[in-house]
C-alpha cells in the first residue's frame, strides 16, 4: 500500500480540524435583579417627541389589587367628558411605579385636567387616589402618591 493517500488524508483531516473555530462560550445571561428596570411598568420605549408622559410611583396598593389609572379632562361638575390616557398596574405592596403618555394636542387649553385612579381587588373597589390636578401639557413627575380607602 503507498503512504502517498494516508498522507494527504491525514493533512486534510488536520486542515479541516484546525479550520473550524472553537466554540466560545455563551456569556452569561444578567440575573432578573441586575436588570436596571421598573417593575410592573411595561417597557414603552424612548419618549417620542410628539408624545408627553406623567409618571411618578402610588403608595398603598396591596399585593394583587389591580390598580386603574386615567388622565381626564373634567367639566365644571367634576365629571370625566374625555380620556387622554390609561394604564392598568397590578399591586405588590411595594411603592408601584407609573408612566402614563399623551398626546399634547389632545390636552384642552382652558380646560381642568385629573389624574385620577382606584385600586380594586375581587371585583370590588377598595381604594382611590385623590385627585390631582394637571395644569400643563408637559412631560412630569408627580412624586408619590397615596391611594386612600375607598368610601
Same mark, same amino acid.
Given at each position: 500500500?503507498?503512504?502517498?493517500?494516508?498522507?494527504?488524508?491525514?493533512?486534510?483531516?488536520?486542515?479541516?480540524?484546525?479550520?473550524?473555530?472553537?466554540?466560545?462560550?455563551?456569556?452569561?445571561?444578567?440575573?432578573?435583579?441586575?436588570?436596571?428596570?421598573?417593575?410592573?411598568?411595561?417597557?414603552?420605549?424612548?419618549?417620542?417627541?410628539?408624545?408627553?408622559?406623567?409618571?411618578?410611583?402610588?403608595?398603598?396598593? +396591596? #399585593? $394583587? @389589587?389591580? /390598580? %386603574? &389609572?386615567?388622565?381626564?379632562?373634567?367639566?365644571?361638575?367634576?365629571?370625566?367628558?374625555? !380620556?387622554? *390616557?390609561?394604564?392598568?398596574?397590578?399591586?405588590?405592596?411595594?411603592?408601584?411605579?407609573?408612566?402614563?403618555?399623551?398626546?399634547?394636542?389632545?390636552? +384642552? #387649553? $382652558? @380646560?381642568? /385636567? %385629573? &389624574?385620577?385612579?382606584?385600586?380594586?381587588?375581587?371585583?370590588?373597589?377598595?381604594?382611590? !387616589?385623590? *385627585?390631582?390636578?394637571?395644569?400643563?401639557?408637559?412631560?412630569?413627575?408627580?412624586?408619590?402618591?397615596?391611594?386612600?380607602?375607598?368610601?
Amino acid at each position: 500500500m503507498s503512504l502517498r493517500p494516508f498522507v494527504l488524508l491525514t493533512l486534510f483531516s488536520f486542515l479541516v480540524a484546525c479550520s473550524s473555530d472553537a466554540p466560545k462560550p455563551a456569556a452569561p445571561a444578567p440575573a432578573p435583579q441586575q436588570e436596571k428596570k421598573i417593575p410592573n411598568v411595561e417597557d414603552l420605549g424612548p419618549l417620542p417627541a410628539y408624545q408627553r408622559e406623567i409618571s411618578g410611583t402610588l403608595n398603598g396598593v +396591596p #399585593a $394583587g @389589587a389591580e /390598580v %386603574e &389609572l386615567a388622565l381626564l379632562v373634567i367639566d365644571d361638575s367634576s365629571r370625566p367628558q374625555q !380620556l387622554l *390616557a390609561s394604564s392598568v398596574l397590578i399591586g405588590n405592596n411595594k411603592p408601584l411605579a407609573f408612566r402614563l403618555r399623551f398626546s399634547p394636542e389632545a390636552f +384642552p #387649553a $382652558g @380646560a381642568q /385636567v %385629573e &389624574l385620577r385612579g382606584r385600586a380594586s381587588q375581587s371585583g370590588q373597589l377598595i381604594l382611590h !387616589l385623590p *385627585a390631582v390636578r394637571i395644569t400643563q401639557a408637559i412631560t412630569q413627575t408627580t412624586g408619590p402618591l397615596q391611594f386612600v380607602k375607598a368610601p
